[in-house]
Structures are given as structure tokens and as C-alpha cells.
């Protein structure tokens, strides 16, 4: 076990690390868009920290929330509010200001901006108006649930994000269908209330040797990162009460017949490409898993990449 590091000396790097950071090129006339801690009030990154100073005014999703990250860091930029109840009103706001010459950063709760996040239609708007808009990357729950669960590889890094679920079991379930089906790992959020319904959902949806990771409370005291097959996902969350509270990113696992989509019957990638000429994604799969007995979210993966 390695000893603890003296940090004696950090007051001199920290003052060295602000210098160098400083010293950058901070335009004006400029939207800044910021991440910022999904939970742990160290990740806000230096360059993160330096730019909300520096701007004239934080656009904020909730400014109470934002207000409290600021107060920590010891920044006193005035914040305006820029939800999705009034992201119109904001977005033009924000343009006055940038054609004045003025920094205006942008910031949700927690995360990127204009990821699963408002956001984006301020974005387009600066852009669309000829103004800069920079990035300053920073906390994300997708990128650290990936970075737990080693879902992905240097070899096969792909992923899809499709956020939160709908909150109705029908239309989850549709909705399930066509994201689980890509040959993938499929990331998304739910809210502790609606987890159990969701994993009985996933269960119905994927089957029970589908691996699903439970990413909760990520950067946060009680984090926790547990990956199960779909079959044990309910009673390990009624092991522990603690199981299904807080923030969850949960990550479906791609199946294995997908990535096992070489070994399908040629015959019935035959018969794929030839519904595919007269018929929908979908109906191409279906048809085809009745006929050769593949699994049709098989051939919904394989039409998927034919198509593409």
C-alpha cells in the first residue's frame, strides 16, 4: 500500500497551474459552455473555474443550485435563468448581450450543457448569430458510468446515449425495443421511482441473460456501480433499500447474439436484404425472425448495419 502523498508544496502548484491558465486566451463576445460536478464539488476543473469568473453573466438552468457551486468556488458572477420554460426568451437575451462584447457562460445543475440538459437551442442560436461558442469540458454521469463498468473496449468503443425513458410501461417498452436492439451498449436515466417498473420493462423487452450495470449516486459518497443479468436485477434491488435510491445511469449490456451476428444462417441474411428492399427496418426483422427463427432483435441489429 502505497503512503500518502505530501501535498505540502500545493499552494505553489495551485498558484503556478492558475497562472498558466490565466494566461490563455479568453475571447470576448463569446458563449462559454460549461460542465460542471455531477456531485463531487472537486470536479469542476480549473479552466471551468477561471472562465465563470471571467464571464459577465452565468445563464443557469436552476440559479439556486448554481448559486451554491459558486459560493463554494468562490465565484460572484451574476446568474440569469435559462430553463426550457423560457430558453427562447434567454437564448435572445444572451445574443443582446454577446453583441455588446460580453463573456456569457452557460451552465445546467449538473453535467454538460445541451446534453439531456437545456441548452441547445441557446447554442444554436449564438452560432447561428456568427458568435463563438467554446467548451469546457468537464463531469459527466454517461462518460464515468462507461468509465465503471467496462462495457466498452479500445477495440469495439461504441455506445449509445438515449437518456431518460419514458415514464408510461407501454411506451417504455416501445421505446426499450428500438434502443435495445442496436448493437451496443445503450446508456440511460432513470429516477429511483420509476426503476423497479423500468427493470421489469428491461426484463420483458431484453430477456433474462441481458447484463444490465447500475451506475448510482456516481462521484457522489455512497457511489456504487453493479453490473447483474437482467434475470437477479430485481431481488438485488430489494437486498438493500439503499439499492434504489439517489441518481441512476443505468447501461444495457449489448446482447450477446448480437455481437455473436456472424454466425446468423446466410440464408437469413439473404432474406434480410431482400425485405429491406420493400419494407421498414422493423418489418424487415420481423418478417424475417418468423421465417428463419433468428432472433428478430438479431436482425433488427444486422438490418441496422446493412442499411448503413
Not at 40 to 61: K, P, Y
Not at 89 to 116: F, K, M, N, T, Y
Not at 206 to 228: D, I, M, N, S, Y
Request: hydrophobic share 50%.
Amino acid at each position: 500500500m502505497s503512503e500518502m502523498r505530501d501535498f505540502s508544496d500545493s499552494e505553489a502548484t495551485w498558484k503556478r497551474l492558475t497562472e498558466r491558465v490565466e494566461g490563455q486566451h479568453w475571447p470576448e463576445a463569446s458563449l462559454y459552455v460549461i460542465a460542471t460536478p455531477i456531485g463531487n464539488l472537486g470536479d469542476l476543473s480549473l479552466r471551468a473555474w477561471q472562465a465563470l469568473g471571467r464571464c459577465d453573466v452565468i445563464a443557469a438552468e436552476d440559479t439556486r443550485a448554481s448559486r451554491a457551486l459558486l459560493d463554494a468556488w468562490g465565484v460572484s458572477t451574476p446568474l440569469m435563468a435559462a430553463h426550457r420554460h423560457n430558453e427562447a426568451a434567454a437564448a435572445q437575451a444572451i445574443i443582446e448581450r454577446l453583441a455588446a462584447g460580453e463573456r456569457v457562460a452557460l451552465v445546467s445543475d449538473a453535467g454538460a450543457p445541451a446534453v439531456s440538459d437545456p441548452g441547445a437551442r441557446i447554442v444554436r442560436a449564438a452560432r447561428q448569430a456568427g458568435y463563438n461558442v467554446i467548451p469546457i469540458p468537464g463531469a459527466s454521469a454517461v462518460i464515468a458510468a462507461l468509465m465503471a463498468s467496462g462495457v466498452t473496449s479500445d477495440e469495439n468503443p461504441a455506445f449509445v446515449f438515449a437518456g431518460f425513458m419514458p415514464a408510461k410501461s407501454a411506451a417504455r417498452q416501445k421505446w426499450l425495443r428500438q434502443w435495445c436492439a442496436i448493437p451496443a451498449p445503450v446508456v440511460m436515466f432513470e429516477s429511483p421511482h420509476r426503476l423497479s417498473a423500468a427493470v421489469r420493462d428491461l426484463l420483458q423487452v431484453c430477456g433474462p441473460e441481458r447484463q444490465l450495470t447500475f451506475a448510482r449516486e456516481l462521484t457522489k459518497r455512497f457511489e456504487q456501480v453493479h453490473t447483474v443479468s437482467l434475470a437477479g436485477a430485481a431481488d438485488w434491488l430489494a437486498q438493500d433499500a439503499h439499492h434504489g435510491q439517489g441518481e441512476f445511469v443505468l447501461i444495457v449490456h449489448e446482447a450477446e447474439e448480437a455481437a455473436a451476428g456472424d454466425d446468423v444462417d446466410p440464408a437469413a441474411v439473404v432474406l434480410l436484404d431482400a425485405l429491406l428492399e420493400h419494407m421498414s427496418l422493423r418489418d424487415a426483422a420481423r418478417v424475417a425472425a418468423k421465417v428463419s427463427g433468428v432472433q428478430r432483435d438479431v436482425l433488427y441489429a444486422l438490418a441496422l448495419a446493412r442499411k448503413g
